[in-house]
């Protein structure tokens, strides 16, 4: 009884977080509103007996992506007094309309299904330890294979949000022959 | 007692049509990837739920796919908010309909 009360505590703490991150007008609200969002997971997955899962998913989307969201917000802030800029797309009912379609499409089924219906079937336990050893042997490719492309994700962000070397002075020239003479400029340096 | 398995389907279905509006409804670049975050996080509720509700927790497939999903959440986020200050940086806006051209 306990339990299922705080599952719908914080289902509907999560969902109401998760909807003011798509509804509020300022995006620093929405930036922090998803990240309770995100941390409201945590707590769901948390409840569900994944300890593990639960502080990765704080520490890599509450710690991490969160603050990643706010700063790009920070950086971007020029944005938001453009006047008469509205802040949903033209067509939002359509997307409101096709969000509607879409939950209807993956509820129906679920709740006309009764063999999902059931508590849990046995005792779920994943300790950390075999966690690991699981990392290790069986999911030794996969692992390395994220190392790698987490390295790779790494230096393309760096590189694509990296500051362009002062070429103000080509301002009046086309940006394309700018950033031809700015890479052949780049090369040439020893 | 325990929710039953219903329960944390439907709340990762609804927490999916929330990110789907958002992505598709809103304006602001960042919104839209917040959106898409919160899309990746229900599918990963659907995993962690079915492999408590399953009948053989002891293989931990669930726990590992969210594992690595949230790693690859982590990757995409990041070059997703670089492209976005990249074309902040180009065309002073992050408002989606505002990037439909090809060439610069």
């Known amino acids: 009884m306990l339990n299922e009360i705080a599952f719908y505590l914080i289902a509907a703490v999560t969902l109401a977080f998760a909807v003011a991150a798509m509804a509020l ?60 800029s509205r802040r949903s797309s033209p067509s939002w009912l359509m997307g409101i309309a096709a969000a509607v379609l879409v939950l209807a499409g993956i509820a129906l089924p679920i709740l ?79 | 007692m325990n929710p039953l398995l219903t329960h944390y389907l439907i709340v990762s279905a609804l927490l999916f049509s929330i990110g789907f509006a958002g992505a598709v409804a809103r304006r602001s670049a960042i919104i839209v990837l917040i959106g898409i975050e919160l899309m990746l996080n229900a599918a990963n509720l659907n995993f962690i739920a079915f492999w408590r509700y399953g009948a053989h927790p002891e293989a931990l497939t669930g726990v590992m796919f969210v594992l690595f999903s949230i790693a690859i959440a982590a990757a995409e986020a990041a070059v997703g908010l670089a492209l976005i200050i990249a074309i902040y940086r180009q065309r002073k806006t992050t408002q989606v309909d505002g990037l439909d051209r090809l060439k610069g």
């Open chain 1, 25 to 84: 007008r300022q995006l620093i609200h929405c930036a922090l509103c998803a990240a309770a969002a995100f941390a409201g997971l945590a707590t769901l997955y948390l409840q569900l007996d994944a300890e593990f899962v639960g502080f990765a998913q704080l520490l890599v989307y509450v710690g991490a992506i969160a603050i990643l969201i706010v700063f790009a917000v920070l950086l971007t802030r020029a944005d938001e007094v453009l006047p008469g």
């Open chain 1, 112 to 190: 006309s299904s009764p063999s999902l219906r059931h508590p849990p079937l046995a005792v779920a336990d994943a300790p950390v330890k075999l966690i690991g050893v699981e990392l290790m042997t069986r999911y030794v490719l996969p692992l390395e294979m994220a190392g790698v492309l987490l390295t790779a994700a790494l230096m393309g962000a760096v590189v694509i949000a990296m500051r362009e070397e002062p070429e103000t002075k080509a301002q009046s020239r086309p940006p394309a022959a700018a950033r031809r003479e700015q890479t052949g400029e780049v090369v040439s340096r020893p």
